[in-house]
């Protein structure tokens, strides 16, 4: 049988060629004359040049040589030189990329490489951050206890502290030095373990070591309710409205409607130690809770009267009594173990899913999140006694702030969101302008440096 040799078979043009696009030259970079002169001059056959050689009189090769000079920089051999070669094209395959428009920061910036002009300006990857305090205030008598809370700023821009059993309030504008309360002078075991503002910067709660919550109206510094159910010291305290949420040593979270007689709407029992952390969303959806029993809990306000838990997340291998909630994404929260844990974990609270984990080879004692940047507080006790800032997602450390000499238990921020007061248990409060926001005004900025004659401000509550 013969067969057809593969060397000799026809090919269809459609199957073995693939189909391309024609190149359309740039017809911008051209100059249609001289390539029409060029075509003419290459596509006379040499019988019709010595032809036309024979019949053309002394004045029109005149007018060819300066017509040729015109148009290609030169005649006879200077014609086909190196400065008149870029010129001599036909056709021009390519140009120089368009100059980008005045601000583009198009992500494809690469195509404009080629170009002499600005470059594109890049984002600043790091702001300048100042590592000393502002001012420092000392606070004697400042009890040295991971498991309470004993400072806050409010929206009244007022500082509360627990010193003992004293609840100090510090002016940040003026500077004043106020005592709101102090505890009965009969039981000497009674003193202050918690302090919270309430939103409208009018009210404060105080928990103390005899398992009682206090209602204080600051304007008239009166007392105004106590709050009783717990039995054992309440240390922790979160604000949502009128209703407060209140943790204590008796393992329970009680909520609180501060309106009505019976105030106490509903008891969690979820924990099995001392209740040390207790933040509500900024929505005011959800609750977090963290424990001595190294648990954190997130509960739902539409279904916290049931007493059940929307997650039990039982990453950390401490105490859980950091928590902070994210200002930009509202379901994002930020977590930090005791000593023998030190990671700051941040969870996804609608799923439960645990984001991210960071070593930080320190206690994490409070978080607060800047409200300007995406960045992320810590303070830590052992061993390092030290704040950093931490860049979010990637948590690239971005300062250190040093001079406490015991461990930093107590973190709260300013209403404005440019300053962060620490509490540590070498009995000082120091405030850190490390949230400070670059678009503010140079105006007041000169202004508050007035105000401060000396950058270290040291007052004394007593």
Known sequence: MLRR??????????????????????????????????????????????????????SKEEYKKQLACAFLSGAGENAGSSGSAARNKILAFKSKAPVPSAGNENASRGVYTSNDAGSVKTKKMFRHVPSAPERILDAPELIDDYYLNLIDWGSSNQVAVALGGVVYLWNAESGDITQLMQTSADNTDDYVTSVQWGADGKHIAVGTNAAEVQIWDVA???????????????????????SLATGSRDNNIMMHDVRIREHCTSTLTS?????????????????????????????????????????????????????????????????????????????????????????????????QWNTHEREILSSHGYSQNQLCLWKYPTMQKMAEFTGHSARVLHMAQSPDGNTVVSAAADETLRFWKCFSDENASSKTKKLKENADASVLRRFAFR
């Open 5 to 58: 040799s593969d060397e000799n078979r026809a090919v269809t043009p459609g199957k073995a060629m693939r189909a391309v696009d024609r190149f359309i030259p740039s017809r911008s970079a051209l100059d249609l004359d001289i390539a029409h002169y060029n075509l003419v001059k290459e596509n006379t056959s040499g019988a019709d040049v010595d032809l036309a050689s024979e019949v053309a009189s002394p």
């Open 220 to 242: 008239r510094l009166k007392q105004v309710r106590t709050l009783r159910g717990h039995t054992a010291r309440v240390g922790a305290l979160a604000w949502n409205g009128t």
């Open 271 to 367: 924990h099995s130690q001392e209740v040390c952390g207790l933040k509500w969303s900024p929505s005011g959806t959800q609750l977090a809770s963290g424990g001595n029993d190294n648990l954190l809990h997130i509960w739902d306000h539409a279904s916290i009267g049931n007493g059940t838990h929307l997650h039990r997340l039982d990453a950390h291998q401490a105490a859980v009594k950091a928590l902070a909630w994210c200002p930009f994404q509202s379901n994002l929260l930020a977590s930090g173990g005791g000593t023998a844990d030190r990671c700051i974990k941040f969870w996804n609270t609608t799923t439960g899913a645990m984001l991210n984990s960071i070593d930080t080879h320190s206690q994490v004692c409070a978080l």
